[in-house]
């Protein structure tokens, strides 16, 4: 049996460390009880003697310096992670004492690393497997207590312990660049694979790329965790993924409130809509976060609204956010609501499993029937240069151009006479902008 030590060598020093009282640990947090494998996430200090550790002389580890909010937090990041996988993320030892030995894994996260150095944690790749108790670790005071990195660096150790390597970078040489793939790109949709580096990212994920073995040695993450040598695999899909197994959104009054995961990346979540009359249909498509700026969000939701015919009504996905936003004027009928995870500009779709929330309102009102909406755009000169075309049994009275610079907040820009087909505008700042007709 191979004992590989994988060292985790990207852990900032910062200058200044703040000191903080010991919280009390929440021992009662579990993502998945009913999951046949367990991670023991250890915060309240643990006491080490094994011959794999400091030569086998005993390590006295101490408990965080963190707050129950804080490591409510990491937890609930780590969890998010392993969303897709059937394995349960705890911080209730007894938990983790009642699971197999060969199906579980403690991972201490502790202030104590004199005895190994400067390092953000260390672990042995396959630990999970082995059946010898031998923990992972994660070192808070060496990471200054920063939360984000805390729950990457947990859940990149955890990684190890379950067969995985480094997700590394190459040139078009095929020469190493950086041992730790540290992603791309910059706000909600910024990027880099779990497995590298990733505590500068917000989409951190799952990835299928080369490894510290060489440029073709391709590592499909969500495979080997998922794989037989782990033994626990994949949780089962929540959602149907077509009209005749669609989940049935329900209505409080005039408004909705629904949730589901993604659990793998070709899946498909289906929500049917029953609209007794005319109205105002608004979504709001959340992946599941723990922080402002969609800290610990796994998916780049893309949303589209079908018809009962299964024709596309629209499909909703702003370039530079994870989440989705509309609103649409419907006639009573049966709609659909497609839930999908998507690629941007910084990766593929490959990754993006967890967690999401949909909710909005239905608000009925006299519709004006409208069977057909079609907007179009392109650049000339500087210029936005709209167009568009509408099917109605009447005449339009007006039509009204919104703008956004976020793909989620409008504003009006113009409003036009119900005849015209036609628009162009000069912005002012050279960005991205999003346009949408009200009519």
């Avoid at 989409?203 to 080369?210: E, K, M, Q, S």
């Avoid at 210029?383 to 005449?395: G, Q, S, V």
Wanted: hydrophobic content about 35%; overall charge negative.
């Amino acid at each position: 049996m191979n004992r590989n030590l994988i060292i985790t060598l990207f852990a900032v020093v910062f200058t200044a460390m703040h000191m903080m009282v010991k919280a009390q640990v929440p021992t009662n947090l579990s993502s998945f009880p009913s999951a046949s494998a367990t991670i023991f996430l250890d915060f309240d200090g643990h006491t080490v003697t094994s011959p794999y550790w400091n030569g086998g002389s005993t390590i006295v580890c101490a408990p965080v310096t963190l707050t129950t909010a804080q490591i409510t937090r990491i937890f609930n990041h780590v969890s998010e992670d392993f969303r897709p996988f059937n394995i349960n993320i705890t911080t209730d030892s007894t938990i983790y004492f009642a699971a197999p030995i060969n199906r579980r894994q403690r991972i201490i996260v502790t202030p104590t690393s004199s005895w190994y150095g400067s390092a953000g944690g260390v672990a042995y790749v396959e630990s999970f497997r082995w059946g010898m108790e031998i923990p992972g670790f994660v070192f808070s005071a060496l990471l200054n207590n920063n939360v984000k990195m805390i729950a990457e660096a947990s859940s990149h150790e955890t990684g190890h312990t379950l067969g995985l390597y480094h997700q590394s970078s190459y040139n078009t040489s095929c020469g190493l660049t950086s041992e730790y793939n540290a992603g791309v790109g910059s706000g909600e949709i910024s990027w880099a694979p779990i497995m590298g580096n990733s505590y500068s990212r917000n989409l951190t994920l799952w990835h299928n790329g080369p490894n510290s073995f060489g440029c073709n040695s391709l590592q499909n993450d969500l495979n080997i965790i998922a794989g037989t040598a782990n033994g626990f695999g994949l949780r089962p899909d929540d959602v149907g993924n077509n009209n005749t197994t669609a989940s049935n959104v329900l209505f409080s009054g005039n408004n909705y409130a629904i949730s589901g995961f993604i659990n793998s990346t070709s899946d498909v979540d289906m929500y049917q809509l029953n609209l007794p009359q005319n109205g105002k249909l608004v979504l709001n498509a959340v992946p599941f976060n723990v922080a402002n700026g969609w800290n610990a969000a796994n998916i780049d939701i893309q949303v589209s609204l079908v018809d009962g015919s299964g024709s596309v009504i629209g499909s909703y996905n702003p370039t530079t956010s994870v989440q989705a936003l509309a609103d649409s004027t419907l006639n009573a009928g049966t709609y659909y609501i497609r839930v999908t995870n998507t690629s941007n500009a910084n990766t593929t779709n490959y990754g993006m499993l967890g967690n999401y929330s949909l909710n909005g309102t239905f608000t009925a009102n006299n519709v004006l029937p409208i069977y057909s909406l079609t907007l179009n755009g392109s650049i000339n000169k500087n210029k936005h240069e709209l167009n568009w075309n509408i099917i109605a049994d009447e005449p339009i009275d007006i039509i009204t151009v919104e703008i956004s610079t976020d793909g989620r907040t409008f504003s009006k820009l113009q409003d036009l006479n119900g005849t015209l087909r036609k628009f162009a505008y000069q912005p002012f700042e050279n960005k991205a902008a999003y346009y949408r007709l009200h009519v």
